[in-house]
């Protein structure tokens, strides 16, 4: 290790746990394919997470509310022998979770996970269940709890009792879970430890028996009988109103890690422990790449709060660790970077007399004069071929988070709250020492040069996840990174690969929100279900964990996750299955989460819901919420997506899809062949239209890194951001600075009118030539439009490129390839389907039809028809 003076400033993988006893192991033959003539047979659906904004071609879902609230959940099915465990499927990259937050409620988070992995076994309740026969007259009946919780969405509020049809695959049944928003002080707050079954662990809720005489409870889940210690002992029921647990659908039980009685940080800033973060550099920029980077590096560390600790390291065939100490010469320390740091070394640095992390309030000027000492790549060689040591330094990063607290044996080490961040900013490929790849793909060894290096970033990220580090890996510009070799060491640590054109605008806003967003750590996720109901598979971003609760719960038979970051803009999808007839009118689930947040307290937070069961499949196809059904189905589909060909067969399996719904809950049209799809789903079919020919699994995406890393964001992003992604949101400027919400169709594209299209990941800004062509107005209207795009995805992430361009431009056409071209439908099915059209004139409707070139595509209708399936009409 040197000194060196700076100059001055100026997957889809799958991962069988061992067997466990009493676990059954999952088997991994893919499903079988559907048949052509028949309804297809699809696999178990996985679940999707909640909560976006409504599009006006989407349904917005209705939360459950407690009366269809959530449901505990124990995966066993009644079968001779038990069902299938719970499928984790992880994606080989992990996904961003960009989504976005309603202001006032908590998002659900993503999962995307693709390892199938064992569940716990069917759970054995004994006969020592007590039902309350003749008390129930004194127990306290079902109340309408004071709120909903938006960290759960079914897809549907009603449950079919019948298993046949309850378990059709091609509609699925499921939810997206997330944990939520930040903790906030309030009466679901409870500062006491929760009462739980002594049965099967499942925690005390509004949807209790409870008897207020002598304070017992019974569980919803195995219906045991438990004793609360007192506290629910009442003189009547209206008394037990004020118990936050018996009242309200979602709450947070706390220990405050200080253990002050009664203490709770209602102060953010005051009580806020900030966890380290530390950047990571490429240093092998060219000068145009270096301006736009540099700009964005200055504008991060104004951004940063003044108690933030921040290091920066940066790499290219060395490693540079830079000293805060230095105040008026951008000074480092240097490792070589083609073999892992030696402990020694390492331990020099640590214990040395630099300061390598350093609050923002102490070392604003140093980190300026350090970004300012960058200089761009001096040698002739190409981008992708040179050395680049990122292994190596993520390993130093990491080295100088853990400090010396980890050889500690005495005294008491502070700990941060939540996760520490290693954010790396990478221009090219890992090409020098560990986790690299050649230069070229030509490399005779190349194989099996990249299959060593996809498991040293693994294993590199699992590491970093034990020591409750997340690493964000933020990539821009023309150079490939080799995605797949970058995707594990993020995958496994629990943070996002992002992909950039630059490292301009969106790179910096991407940049300052990865730091931002709040994570907490060391997350395991419950999930409890009535008898009748089981969890079969699990997408997200996590994996299933191994906890042995039979110790305090006889039965507990809870299916367990370890979160591998705990974030509001991510969420788990889960596939539920009913294991046999229903014969009870309702079922339950139960939700725990259980973090450290960033105050240093441990939370479990419940979230409990109760789904009514109905025998009428009308009844309950009217429950059905088309949006969150539909991101459930595409997160089940983009799972099995894992390359080109994989892609273009799930086109083929939405097709098939349609055509199993049709034939399962449709009706077969009089004197005709074709059928009519379920009008209770009638939003369902355009959204999977949507995912069809969109970016997830069309051919919009030029490079397969690009719809790999879509994929991956996708799989674990919350309902918001999931939706949006499948289906874009579509606004038309009028006069006055409002927008009209319209379906997504190219018939939005008139040219006296600005249209914004807000598809996730990209926005879209649309502006006509006879608007443009107004002096004045045009710009206003494109004014008016980025100022919407920059609302809607203000607290989105990561931050999605906004792109304008004109009516008749090359470029207009990554805007027109998203949109439906319903303007080869009959005028009679585009007024229909887009009402707007009424409001033109003959004339004006003659030029827009002329406006619109021929191509092979076909619109929503003409590919139902193709299916001979009649469209559902509007809603």
């Not at 466990?20 to 997470?49: C, E, K, L, N, R």
């Not at 990561?798 to 390839?817: C, D, H, N, T």
Request: overall charge negative.
């Amino acid at each position: 290790m040197a000194k060196r003076p700076e100059s001055s400033v100026g997957f889809s993988v799958t991962i069988p746990p061992p067997p466990q006893q009493g676990i059954q192991s999952p088997v991994f033959s893919p499903p079988p394919p559907f048949p052509s003539s028949a309804g297809p047979i699809f696999p178990p659906p996985p679940t999707v997470q909640p909560n976006q904004i409504p599009s006006p071609s989407i349904k917005t879902p209705n939360l459950p509310s407690p009366a269809n609230g959530v449901r505990t959940g124990s995966p066993a099915p009644h079968l001779s022998t038990p069902p299938g465990p719970p499928v984790f499927s992880s994606p080989l990259q992990p996904a961003a979770v960009p989504f976005r937050t309603s202001p006032a409620t908590p998002q659900p988070v993503a999962y995307s996970s693709a390892s199938s992995l064992p569940t716990s076994s069917p759970p054995q309740f004994s006969n020592g269940s007590v039902e309350l026969h003749h008390q129930s007259s004194d127990a306290t009946e079902d109340w309408t709890p004071a709120t909903e919780s938006p960290n759960v969405l079914f897809s549907a509020h009603k449950v079919l009792k019948q298993k046949k049809l309850a378990n059709i695959p091609s509609l699925g049944f499921g939810a997206l879970v997330s944990s939520g928003r930040e903790m906030l002080p309030g009466p679901q707050m409870i500062q006491r430890d929760p009462h739980r079954c002594h049965n099967c662990g499942a925690y005390a809720n509004l949807y209790c028996n409870i008897l207020p005489g002598s304070g017992q409870w019974q569980c919803v889940i195995c219906r045991n009988l438990n004793g609360s210690e007192g506290e629910y002992v009442a003189s009547n029921k209206e008394e037990l109103r004020n118990v936050p647990e018996l009242s309200l659908p979602l709450v947070d039980y706390v220990q405050t890690g200080n253990k002050r009685p009664g203490f709770f940080p209602v102060e953010m800033s005051d009580s806020r422990v900030s966890a380290p973060v530390v950047l990571v550099i490429d240093e092998c920029l060219d000068e145009p790449h270096l301006q736009h980077f540099q700009s964005s590096l200055h504008a991060f560390v104004d951004s940063l709060p003044p108690t933030t600790r921040l290091g920066i390291v940066t790499y290219g065939s060395t490693v540079s660790v830079y000293d805060f100490s230095e105040e008026s010469i951008a000074s480092a320390d240097v490792f070589p970077g083609n073999k892992p740091p030696d402990q020694e070394s390492l331990k020099a640095l640590i214990y040395g007399t630099g300061i390598y992390l350093s609050p923002m309030h102490a070392s604003l000027p140093v980190a300026h004069s350090i970004f300012s000492s960058l200089r761009p790549y001096i040698l002739d060689i190409a981008e992708a071929s040179r050395d680049r040591c990122l292994g190596t330094a993520v390993e130093v990063a990491l080295a100088i988070i853990q400090g010396p607290s980890a050889e500690m044996s005495q005294g008491v080490v502070k700990r941060p709250g939540g996760n520490s961040r290693i954010i790396v900013c990478a221009g090219g490929p890992n090409t020098c020492g560990p986790g690299s790849v050649p230069h070229s793909f030509a490399h005779p060894n190349y194989a099996h040069m990249e299959k060593i290096a996809l498991k040293w970033m693994e294993t590199l990220g699992r590491e970093a996840f034990r020591k409750n580090t997340v690493i964000d890996i933020l990539c821009a510009g023309t150079c490939p990174v080799r995605v797949p070799v970058l995707q594990p060491l993020a995958k496994a640590s629990g943070g996002v690969l992002i992909l950039h054109d630059d490292f301009g605008e969106a790179f910096g806003v991407n940049l300052q929100r990865a730091s931002g967003r709040a994570a907490g750590s060391h997350g395991l996720l419950e999930v409890r279900c009535s008898e009748d109901v089981f969890v079969s598979q699990v997408i997200g971003p996590g994996e299933e964990a191994h906890v042995d609760n039979n110790e305090n719960f006889k039965n507990d038979d809870a299916l367990v996750i370890q979160m591998l970051s705990i974030e509001e803009t991510q969420s788990f999808a889960l596939s539920m299955e009913t294991k046999r007839d229903i014969k009870r009118d309702f079922v339950y689930f139960q939700f725990a989460f259980k973090f450290s947040d960033v105050y240093q307290s441990d939370i479990t937070r419940v979230i409990s819901v109760r789904l009514p069961t109905v025998d009428s499949v009308s009844s309950y196809l009217q429950s059905v919420q088309d949006d969150v059904a539909a991101v459930l189905i595409a997160k089940r589909t983009l799972l099995r997506a894992k390359n080109a060909n994989d892609a273009l067969d799930m086109r083929a399996t939405v097709d098939e899809r349609i055509k199993d719904i049709t034939s399962k809950f449709g009706s077969q049209m009089p004197k005709s062949k074709l059928y009519q799809f379920p009008r209770e789903l009638s939003l369902l079919p355009e959204i999977l239209f949507h995912l069809r020919r969109g970016p997830l699994l069309g051919s919009i995406l030029g490079h397969e890194d690009e719809r790999s890393v879509l994929r991956n964001l996708f799989l674990n992003a919350g309902f918001d951001l999931s939706l949006r992604m499948v289906a874009p949101r579509c606004l038309m400027h009028r006069q006055g600075g409002t927008f009209e919400e319209l379906p997504a169709y190219d018939l939005a594209m008139q040219s006296d009118a600005a249209v914004v299209l807000d598809h996730g990941t990209d926005v879209f800004i649309w502006l006509g030539a006879e608007l443009d062509a107004q002096e004045g107005k045009g710009a206003a209207a494109l004014a008016a439009c980025r100022t919407l795009a920059e609302e809607l995805t203000e607290m989105r992430f990561p931050a999605p490129r906004i792109l304008a361009f004109k009516e008749g431009s090359s470029q207009a056409r990554y805007f027109v390839s998203r949109l439906i071209p319903a303007h080869k439908d009959p005028p009679y099915e585009q007024e229909a389907r887009f009402p707007q059209l009424r409001a033109l004139t003959a004339e004006q409707r003659m030029k827009l039809k002329s406006s619109f070139l021929y191509f092979d595509d076909p619109s929503f209708c003409e590919w139902m028809r193709s299916l001979k399936v009649l469209p559902p009409e509007p809603s």
